[in-house]
Nanobody, 126 residues
Framework: QLVESGGGSVQAGGSLRLSCAAS????????MGWFRQVPGKEREWVAA????????SYDDSVKGRLTISRDNANDIVYLQMSGLNPEDTAMYYC??????????????????????WGQGTQVTVS
């Protein structure tokens, strides 16, 4: 099970930190990712981190403003968001992927490539 928290309303230029708590063995998945979705649009990948936290990747639209990290002692994945703008307004989802190969790969970052999903947390930037 994945449970997101930390969403809310913030003014442009502000910051938020999203958390994703994982239960069971989900946290030991090969890749953990954050996605976002606005009504009427497809869910899009934002950031990903490998099992050990040594490798991260970002969509170009968020690079330099969002940082993904993980606390392996407490089974939590974070998304630190800064320099937010109204275009970042969306429901943000945490997801876990099992491929049998440790790591996150650019060819496997579509939503359909992830196996477990949280319920989402809303971020609104005005």
């Amino acid at each position: 099970q994945l449970v997101e928290s930390g969403g809310g309303s913030v003014q442009a230029g502000g910051s938020l930190r999203l958390s994703c708590a994982a239960s069971g063995d989900i946290f030991n998945s090969d890749c953990m990712g954050w996605f976002r979705q606005v009504p009427g649009k497809e869910r899009e990948w934002v950031a990903a981190i490998d099992r050990l936290g040594g490798s991260t990747s970002y969509d170009d639209s968020v690079k330099g403003r969002l940082t993904i990290s993980r606390d392996n002692a407490n089974d939590i994945v974070y998304l630190q968001m800064s320099g937010l703008n109204p275009e970042d307004t969306a429901m943000y989802y945490c997801a876990a992927q099992y491929t049998g190969i440790s790591g996150c790969y650019s060819t496997s970052l579509s939503p359909s490539s992830f196996d477990y999903w949280g319920q989402g947390t809303q971020v609104t930037v005005s």
